[in-house]
């Protein structure tokens, strides 16, 4: 707990799933939902102080834009107590389709504490290619920097421990490195893509529905 002012804080974790409609929400646009969310459902946030007062939300690895969360995790500060299970109830009434909250309670961990992510990647076609090439030993996906500068990464390292799933060996789950240093999984399609044109001599787009299942710690548990 933390006091402001006359008021003691308490801080609490919303963890909900980003699916379905809801995957085409921006950041920002769920930022604004959830806003919107907390002060419908009538929750008494904590509000930010200074010219422009909004509810405190803080999120923890926000999800790109298209992919699908199992687990995403949302903070905000309470000024009066409420009970977790009357804080999931509210905000569910209130929340657009394929945002549900799932569990509310104390954070465990903190927010610097997430070191990786858990993904599923479900490959529609052209997964002909998928079990050799995580077997790898060489693939390189180029990340472009926030200063425009293009990069180098090394992704065999982190595909060499990925799992493929289902029958048609079309589903690969794989973690990747979510805090400082984060590996987006979209680079990881991108760089199957430049495989499958050596493989087969053509280019052929690839498509795969992305989903975040968990949030992990450098230990590899799950992020509380």
């Not at 077997?135 to 060499?160: C, D, M, Y």
């Not at 760089?191 to 499958?196: D, G, K, L, S, T």
């Amino acid at each position: 707990m933390e006091k402001r002012g006359v008021f003691v804080l308490k801080e609490i974790r919303i963890r909900f799933s980003k699916t379905g409609r809801a995957k085409f929400i921006s950041h920002l646009d769920l930022m604004r939902t959830m806003t919107r969310a907390v002060r419908r459902a009538s929750i008494p946030v904590w509000y930010t102080e200074g010219f422009n007062r909004h509810p405190y939300l803080k999120f923890a690895a926000p999800l790109s834009l298209g992919f699908e969360g199992k687990d995403e995790s949302m903070d905000i500060r309470l000024i009066n107590d409420m009970p977790a299970e009357d804080i999931e109830d509210r905000l569910n009434q209130v929340l657009p389709d394929g945002l549900i909250v799932h569990h509310v309670g104390e954070p465990v961990m903190k927010l610097r504490d997430i070191a990786f992510a858990r993904y599923l990647m479900r490959f529609k076609d052209n997964n002909n290619h998928l079990s050799e090439f995580i077997k790898e030993q060489n693939i390189i996906a180029k990340k472009r920097t926030k200063k425009g500068l293009v990069r180098e990464i090394e992704l065999s390292p982190f595909l060499n421990k990925a799992e493929i799933h289902d029958c048609n060996d079309n589903e690969l789950c794989l973690i990747l490195p979510c805090g400082g240093e984060t590996i987006n999984p979209a680079l990881v399609v991108t760089a199957y893509e430049e495989y499958v044109e050596q493989c087969q001599g053509e280019h052929i787009k690839v498509f795969c529905d992305i989903t975040r299942l968990a949030l992990l710690n450098s230990d590899g548990n799950s992020f509380v």
